[in-house]
Structures are given as structure tokens and as C-alpha cells.
């Protein structure tokens, strides 16, 4: 079944403690992309790859980082959590984006994560 | 930059009733609209796409670019179209996808 999966789903942690949020997908997607959803804020992207070792800046990237060393995966990393970073996180993947292309974003089920 | 509004937070209709979710943005070039959906603890996932001109679940929506809109219409509303809804606009390069503050439709029995 052609999808995105992260993990975990759901994570609580304290300030300060390093967390990686992983992203997978299957259908050989050469965009992903990272969002972070906040009530009355919408879905604001954080950081997107346009594929293997091209990486760059959403709206939101103070706080995050991420690498694409496979086209697969595009984790989240978060090397010193602030509670201004609770929020539900959202991977997301299509084919080479492009204008009048059937390139739809496929989103992941979310990751829920708050920093106490 | 490119803006997507969202001017409604929350929405809320009857049964049977016609619905239009509004959608207005601000960009330079030529934009590609999209709306999304999300229902209750489910992903999101693309409800239709305006290229495509097509009714999906009854929903439709007409790219107006002389009023920068893309409201989403349905002429009468059923309960199962309680979601959440998102505009979306991708630039001309074709990469980002800018989002709105997003739409909670309710519908009543």
C-alpha cells in the first residue's frame, strides 16, 4: 500500500532532550516535506527536500533540522525541544513538484509531540 | 510572498443546506489552488484541485483570479462533510505548497 508513515505518533518530553520524528514513504517520491499544524495557524512548513541531499527552508525551520541521506526517509530532528514546540507534525511526499502535474502531496497520519 | 486566507475559523450549516468555504490569496504569478480535507483523527488528504475542474463529493471550486478567491462550494451539505478544510496554493516554480489558517466545517443534523 503506497503511504507515509511516522513515528512515533505520539511523544511527550522534556525541554532540552534531543528527538528525531521519523518520515518513510514507499512510493519512490522524490519531494517531502515537513508541516507543523496550530490551532488558528493552519499548516506552516518547517523544512522540504526537493530529493537525496537537497535540502532547504519552509516558513518555521528555528528549532528544526533535517536530513534526506536516502530518498526514502526524511526524518525530523529537534536537538533542543521548547514547549513552543508542541504541536501536531505532518510529513508529506509527492513526485517531482511541477505545475500541471498529477503530483499530490500525500500527508503522513501526524505526529503529536509536546515538550513539558 | 505568497498568502493564502482563510477568513473562517469555524463554519457551521444544516443538513442539507448549501455551503461555501472561503478561500482568498495573494501571489504574484500564477498560482496552482488546491483544498484539502481532514476529517476526525485522519491525515490530510486532497480534496480537489483547480486544474482539474472537477466535483469531488459534490464539492466544487472556481479559480477566480480577477477576486484572488478559490471558495469551495457544495449546494447542500451532508453531515459526513464535518472536517476541517484547508486552502492551499503552490507557487509557479512548483515546489512549496503555502497553506491556510484553515476552515472547521460542522454539520447538523
Known amino acids: 500500500e503506497a503511504q507515509v508513515t511516522q513515528n512515533p505518533r505520539y511523544l511527550i518530553t522534556v525541554t532540552g532532550k534531543k528527538l528525531t520524528v521519523t518520515c518513510s514513504q514507499n512510493?519512490?517520491?522524490?519531494?517531502m516535506s515537513w508541516y507543523r499544524q496550530d490551532p488558528g495557524l493552519g499548516l506552516r512548513q518547517i523544512y522540504y527536500?526537493?530529493?537525496?541531499?537537497?535540502?532547504d527552508k519552509g516558513d518555521v525551520p528555528e528549532g528544526y533540522k533535517v536530513s534526506r541521506k536516502e530518498k526514502r526517509n526524511f526524518p525530523l530532528i529537534l536537538e533542543s525541544p521548547s514547549p513552543n514546540q508542541t504541536s501536531l507534525y505532518f510529513c508529506?511526499?509527492?513526485?517531482?513538484?511541477?505545475?500541471?502535474?498529477?503530483?499530490?502531496?500525500?500527508f503522513g497520519p501526524g505526529t503529536r509531540l509536546t515538550v513539558l | 510572498a505568497q498568502r493564502v486566507t482563510q477568513p473562517e475559523k469555524l463554519l457551521s450549516v444544516f443538513k442539507g443546506a448549501p455551503v461555501e468555504l472561503k478561500c482568498n490569496y495573494s501571489?504574484?504569478?500564477?498560482?496552482?489552488l488546491f483544498w484539502y480535507v481532514q476529517y476526525s483523527r485522519q491525515r490530510l488528504q486532497l480534496l480537489l484541485r483547480?486544474?482539474s475542474r472537477e466535483s469531488i463529493k459534490g464539492f466544487t471550486a472556481d479559480l477566480n483570479k480577477g477576486e484572488t478567491s478559490f471558495h469551495l462550494k457544495k449546494p447542500f451539505a451532508q453531515e459526513e462533510d464535518s472536517a476541517m478544510y484547508y486552502c492551499?496554493?503552490?507557487?509557479?516554480?512548483?515546489?512549496?505548497?503555502?497553506f491556510g489558517e484553515g476552515t472547521q466545517l460542522t454539520v447538523n443534523p
Open positions: 508529506a511526499s509527492s513526485s517531482y513538484p511541477g505545475q500541471g502535474m498529477n503530483n499530490e502531496q500525500f
Open positions: 512510493m519512490n517520491h522524490e519531494y
Open positions: 527536500s526537493m530529493n537525496v541531499e537537497a535540502t
Open positions: 501571489y504574484s504569478g500564477s498560482p496552482e
Open positions: 483547480h486544474i
Open positions: 492551499a496554493l503552490r507557487e509557479t516554480s512548483g515546489s512549496r505548497l503555502t
